[in-house]
């Protein structure tokens, strides 16, 4: 149905992450795709999940921002480039910091859409602008500034891995 | 040892949120405490809190900006007051907003210590500003905006646990 998520093309010593690695089987795993100019990612929070009765915790709510943030700026970066996501070498993106306005309180107990888009580019920093959404109705805005990992670190992790 | 940890008055219906909730097996259950005019918590990662092998995951240390920032703000509220933590109605704040910077990946695998203190109070709310640090070296900085909870929602959610 759906293409593959921009978390399924992350090298494996890439996909160990809480928020977004498919081989961490602890996390939640979200999966990001494009939708036109924005990305979206849809995720129903755990039961446990939970600040007060019926409504979301914050702070998953602030991880779903940060890691659909990270995911969404190695993606506009692939796709600024014209270059497949699974070109080497693999671009990945950490949070070197994370805005959450929390602008009511997030119903507990359905699917939630993560929405992104790109609001600048300097360099190696993407800041991407995201909004979450319980049936409709925004009730989270959120924005991480996201800088491409040194090829550095990069180098170091797959020689770790090997 | 230590005195009852700010989470530990709580009365049950506020003591099931996944970060700070002593009633969420599932959940962080982080404990913070005074220090002087600070407040302290000491929250360890579990291994699978990874970002990349060897550092945090940053939703998770967003987590702990968070319950530590809104902990700490009902602490200061009563503190304010010279009122006991377990005086009735119970003071409890959510998150208005949430900033956090990370200024360096946080290592996996030790302790870490988050600090809060009081920035700011504009009424019914409370700005905690607050670092991480591991093995004494500051790797994150935050900002938690926290807001008292209407008594309107305090009493719908005793109600509801009754």
Redesign the interface.
């Known amino acids: 149905m759906h293409a593959k998520a921009f978390q399924d093309y992350y090298p494996d010593?890439?996909a160990?992450?809480?928020?977004c690695?498919r081989l961490?089987?602890?996390?939640l795993q979200i999966k990001s795709y494009w939708d036109g100019d924005e990305s979206v990612c849809i995720f129903e929070p755990?039961p446990?999940?939970?600040?007060?009765?019926?409504y979301v915790?914050?702070?998953?709510l602030?991880?779903l921002i940060?890691?659909h943030g990270t995911g969404s700026a190695a993606a506009a970066a692939y796709r600024m480039e014209n270059s497949a996501m699974e070109s080497a070498p693999p671009k990945r993106f950490?949070?070197?910091?994370?805005?959450?306005?929390?602008l009511k309180?997030t119903p507990l107990g359905i699917p939630l859409e993560v929405r992104g888009k790109v609001k600048e580019i300097r360099g190696r920093k993407i800041v991407i602008s995201e909004t979450i959404a319980a049936d409709g109705m925004v009730t989270v805005r959120g924005e991480v500034v996201a800088v491409e990992v040194p090829e550095k670190?990069v180098a170091a992790?797959i020689k770790?891995?090997g």
Chains 1, 2 share one sequence.
């Open positions: 010593y890439f160990l992450c809480y928020g690695g961490n089987e602890h996390g755990r446990y999940h939970i600040a007060v009765p019926g915790y914050g702070g998953l602030a991880s940060d890691c950490l949070t070197a910091s994370l805005h959450v306005d929390y309180p670190m992790l770790n891995s």
